[in-house]
């Protein structure tokens, strides 16, 4: 075990799980495309375009290559280039209502699963101080923390600080907040890249909460592994 005095968290896909949502808006953007601009596609092919379209909106903010732009815009972005590459400009208006729709089936989507809510209860009643740093938008994510935020001591997002994981400043401004030193702080969460890598960079002990059995990064090497949320319990103990 390690002694530490707080544990930070990661939102989307560690605290908060999101089912099978990002099919499931892929799912409605192909049916959709079918019935307005008659795009035969496969919700694999769209999905991995997609992905693609993602990776290189996110890359450019967090290579600072252009303005700051929140995770709801980089959905709409990234929607509106998968259009492209088969040959259809979408008007601004449609990606807006797309991006309500995906903001919509996110709030349906979102849980806390019991064994994470238990792992935070038995942290935080064992004096283990919470925070939370999350590559998510404020609005969004404060709705979707009803019923737990009170765990937590602090909570910051990349669109409150114009900066995304795994940008060290994002976790040290959180323990700054928290008044908790680098050495004395785990943090979890389960993208090896944003998650992981950025912890190792700041110093702090990094969890990887790898649930999907994801292949590792040789380059990445997180400092424990965890299946399921509770095998925390068995890593941190209270620092005295």
Same mark, same amino acid.
């Given at each position: ?62 290579? *600072? ?9 980089? *959905? ?25 729709? *995906? ?138």
């Amino acid at each position: 075990m390690i002694e530490t005095e707080a544990v930070l968290f990661d939102a989307y896909g560690t605290v908060l799980d999101v089912g099978t949502y990002h099919r499931d808006i892929t799912e409605h953007v192909v049916q959709q495309s079918n019935t307005l601009f008659g795009i035969t596609t496969s919700v694999d092919e769209f999905n991995a375009y997609w992905s693609e379209e993602f990776e290189f909106a996110f890359h450019d903010v967090i290579a *600072y290559c252009g303005e700051f732009r929140n995770m709801r815009d980089l *959905y709409g972005i990234s929607t509106r280039n998968v259009f492209h590459r088969y040959g259809i400009q979408v008007p601004d208006t449609y990606v807006a209502e797309l991006n309500y729709t *995906y903001k919509k089936m996110l709030d349906e989507a979102v849980s806390i699963l019991p064994n994470v809510k238990q792992t935070l209860d038995t942290l935080y009643a064992n004096g283990l101080r919470l925070g939370m740093v999350s590559n998510g938008d404020n609005e969004e994510l404060s709705a979707h923390l009803d019923g737990v935020s009170d765990l937590f001591d602090v909570v910051i997002t990349s669109e409150e600080l114009k900066v995304y994981k795994p940008h060290p400043r994002i976790f040290n401004e959180t323990l700054q907040k928290m008044g908790v030193a680098r050495e004395n702080a785990a943090f979890v969460g389960d993208t090896i890249t944003s998650d992981v890598l950025g912890a190792k960079k700041a110093g702090l002990t990094a969890i990887w909460y790898n649930k999907k059995q994801r292949i590792p990064k040789p380059e990445i090497r997180p400092d424990f592994e965890i299946r399921d949320m509770t095998e925390i319990l068995e890593i941190v103990e209270c620092k005295s």
